[in-house]
């Protein structure tokens, strides 16, 4: 059998990158040099895939910011106003992705929202009635003959038709299907243009049709793909879908003239299923998704083999593709890169490059590498712990529900807290700035001691007290100095954790993340963060909020573990926090804010399964965490980056005092969702984008408010930024603040 990889990682081994990409936003070095360094990863990108005995190969998989953000611009699909300031291509598509204030104008950049179910970000293209949907970048055309010069007949990798559209938010009256011709004349003519350029085959990413589909989406899809495929001449199309099933489409994928149909049998639970009731187009070729995409397991290879050797009933051995399950985009780079975990446990995993490794093997059946796999199974080291697993045997119901109600609670806070109206506050974390991650180095490298580490943090938090009472902050944060990341900072203090050094994966943009792997049952060491939140609110009168993750986006930010639940391991995490959430409160921290930035990520794609598959026993597992505290201990939670307007309802039961959200960049759409599901909670939406340095004016804050009151009770509305503050720069971070704060008194008045 032969081997096909959907997508490869592309930020660099060493976040090459991210730091290029960093230094071009700053000035330090030219456009010619940031090319440089893209060319340099695609280049390390297909040569490793070749020298590992790929034999499908994506090129145009790579990106300086997005690839749906790509296909906007290769299509013309990009909003006047960026057009308008007259930059370079190049600077124009980053003013897109990321705001622009100078010069030339000042522009919020295009909104941001999860890929489907993974912790990426794609930048959602917006569509005006007058666009003029045309081929007009050459991108796929110049990374195909790049990879050509390379001696490697690339698979051209395009964001599908169907899914852009159907990512893309329309500004205007027209919809997807206006625009569905002239978008597949466009790709007809890359199409010519690759094929004249010597490309024989693409692949078409279209995950989207792992979504539930109504009878008109599945009408689009044909009518764009009936109108490509009539026009591929030579070229060899595959049509990949991945993050599931496509229970919806699979008669229709089937009996369009794709040439190969690439079908996810990790997390598609129907696949097999499917392909087993309707069997498979004689002819065509099958790439089947066995290697996991999204985790860093090694896989299973006598489990993978039982798949194929199924699907070898439907499909001839040699019409039949091992392939990862989705863009290795999601797993790190490499585990050669990690010199500190130990062999036993390195065995165990398998990254991007040994994932290629894994693709080869499979599909040689090399039997001493089947046994050698085998033994893998058999047993891992330090997994079990059995008092969590009593533990959480012994959670009882009521464990899930805290008392009094919210209503009462509410009264009371109010009552003790006396905080103005619309009080104002951040999402926990200020600037990470060159200094603050020194500390933290070297604490970590052991060149300075946990006093002089200590000590540099305690000031840290006094200045930043200092500055939020100067700015006039109602509730203060400590600032988050001591975290790296909001979900391996915890787990750092958790039995059950593994630790990589290098195992960076991209979150948006430039920004990478080091999830955490958890290897056993998880419980809590120690009190965690107790000692900082008491230092920061020592040095204050006013509220300091003690700053949490939650179990959900701890278990959705980490690798998870494949030998237990989903379930079983939040409710391991939930009881950890809820130990720490009881020790705040003891410590005299009356308001405590449990972030679940990441709750909605594995929301399942479809939602005939939100429910049943997840809401149901994640939402729970944010109670356990909260529901031991006293009625005057305020509860905040924070989200971002994703909709929320259909789920308003679980997160109303997530029986939180207040909670804030990402809502600038999604134009406040989620305020109707609240009001029309009497949101109870108190709120506060996002007022000001803290992914892009730009600096909100009085007028701008006042402005969002103005229309977020028209949509919410005064007394339950909060303001602040819309999240952490992490990632700006201390400047923009202090003139911003001080606007908000003067948006909230104009209002008050
Ligand atoms: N408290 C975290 C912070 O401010 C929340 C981060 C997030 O929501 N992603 O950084
Ligand atoms: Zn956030």
Redesign the pocket.
């Known amino acids: 059998m032969i081997t096909s990889v959907i997508g490869f990682p592309r930020i660099g081994k060493d976040r090459e990158l991210k730091f290029a990409s960093e230094k071009f936003f700053a000035g330090k070095i030219n456009e010619a040099e940031l090319q440089e360094t893209g060319r340099m990863q695609r280049e390390f990108s297909l040569k490793t895939q070749k020298a590992a005995g790929i034999d499908l190969i994506p090129c145009n998989d790579f990106s300086f910011y997005d690839n749906v953000l790509d296909t906007a611009f290769l299509f013309n699909a990009v909003p006047q106003r960026y057009k308008d300031l007259n930059l370079s291509v190049l600077d124009t598509y980053f003013a897109a992705a990321r705001g622009y204030q100078g010069a030339n104008g000042n522009v919020k950049a295009l909104a941001m929202k999860k890929w489907f179910n993974t912790n990426y970000h794609y930048i959602v293209p917006e569509i005006e009635d007058d666009a003029v949907i045309e081929l007009k970048g050459t991108k796929p055309v110049d990374e195909f003959k790049e990879a050509k010069a390379l001696g490697i007949d690339a698979k051209v990798d395009l964001i599908g038709p169907f899914t852009f559209l159907k990512l893309a938010r329309f500004t205007g009256s027209k919809k997807a299907s206006d625009f569905a011709e002239a978008l597949t004349d466009a790709y007809i003519k890359l199409l010519e243009k690759l094929t004249a350029e010597g490309a024989s085959k693409v692949q078409f990413d279209e995950p989207y049709l792992v979504r539930d589909l109504g009878s008109s989406d599945i009408a689009l899809f044909e009518e764009i793909y009936k109108g490509i495929l009539s026009k591929k001449g030579s070229l060899s199309v595959l049509l990949q879908t991945y993050f599931g099933d496509i229970r919806d489409v699979y008669g229709n994928v089937t009996s369009l003239d794709f040439d190969a149909v690439g079908i996810d049998f990790v997390e598609g639970r129907k696949s097999l299923e499917l392909i087993k009731e309707n069997g498979f187009p004689k002819g065509k070729i099958l790439v089947a998704g066995v290697v996991n995409g999204k985790n860093i397991w090694r896989n299973n290879y006598a489990k993978t083999k039982g798949i194929l050797d199924e699907l070898k009933n439907f499909v001839s051995e040699s019409s039949l593709v091992v392939g990862t399950s989705c863009s290795l985009l999601h797993v790190p780079y490499t585990l050669e890169s990690e010199t500190k975990l130990p062999e036993s446990y390195k065995a165990h995993f398998s990254f991007a490059i040994e994932k290629l490794a894994e693709l080869s093997e499979i599909a040689s059946g090399n039997e001493d590498a089947f046994k050698k796999n085998a033994e893998l199974f058999t047993s891992r080291p330090d997994v079990l712990d059995q008092a969590v697993k009593d533990r959480v045997s012994s959670i009882k119901e009521e464990d899930y529900t805290r008392l009094p109600a919210f209503e009462e609670r509410e009264k009371i806070q109010k009552e003790l807290l006396k905080l103005p109206l619309f009080p104002t506050t951040?999402?926990?974390?200020f600037p990470q700035t060159e200094d603050v991650r020194k500390n933290r180095k070297d604490f970590k490298n052991g060149t300075i001691t946990e006093e002089q580490y200590v000590a540099f943090n305690e000031n840290k938090i006094r200045e930043c007290i200092k500055q939020q009472e100067d700015i006039g902050l109602d509730v203060i944060?400590h600032g988050?100095f001591e975290?790296n990341d909001?979900v391996e900072y915890f787990g750092e203090h958790l039995s059950g954790y593994v630790f990589t050094e290098k195992a960076w994966v991209l979150s948006y943009g430039t920004r990478c993340v080091k999830p955490p792997i958890i290897w056993g049952d998880v419980s809590r060491k120690e009190p965690i963060t107790v000692k900082w939140s008491v230092f920061a609110q020592s040095c204050t009168d006013k509220p300091v909020k003690g700053?949490l993750?939650g179990p959900v986006t701890i278990l959705n930010w980490s690798f998870p573990r494949e030998d237990i639940s989903l379930q079983e391991s939040t409710l391991q995490i939930a009881l950890a926090i809820r130990d720490e959430v009881l020790d705040l409160e003891k410590n005299g921290i009356g308001i405590i804010?449990i972030?679940e930035?990441?709750l909605r990520e594995k929301l399942p794609l479809r939602k005939s399964d939100w429910y049943s598959e997840y809401l149901d026993w994640a939402i729970p597992a944010f109670r356990l965490v909260h529901s031991g505290v006293a009625a005057k201990t305020q509860i905040h939670t924070?989200?971002?980056?994703s909709e929320f307007t259909d789920i308003i309802p679980a997160i109303d039961s997530m029986d939180a005092d207040v909670i804030t959200f990402e809502a600038s960049r999604s134009d406040l759409l989620i305020l109707d969702a609240l009001k029309d599901n009497n949101f109870k909670t108190e709120v506060g939406p996002g007022v000001y984008d803290i992914h892009s340095p730009r600096v909100p004016s009085v007028d701008e804050i006042v402005a969002a408010l103005t229309k977020i009151r028209a949509k919410t009770e005064d007394s339950k509305l909060w303001v602040n930024p819309d999240?952490?503050?992490?990632t700006r720069g201390v400047t923009e971070t202090d003139a911003s603040l001080r606007n908000l704060v003067a948006a909230a008194k104009i209002i008050r008045g």
């Open positions: 951040t999402i926990g974390s944060v988050e975290r909001m700053m993750t804010q972030d930035a990441a924070h989200m971002c980056y999240c952490g503050l992490k």
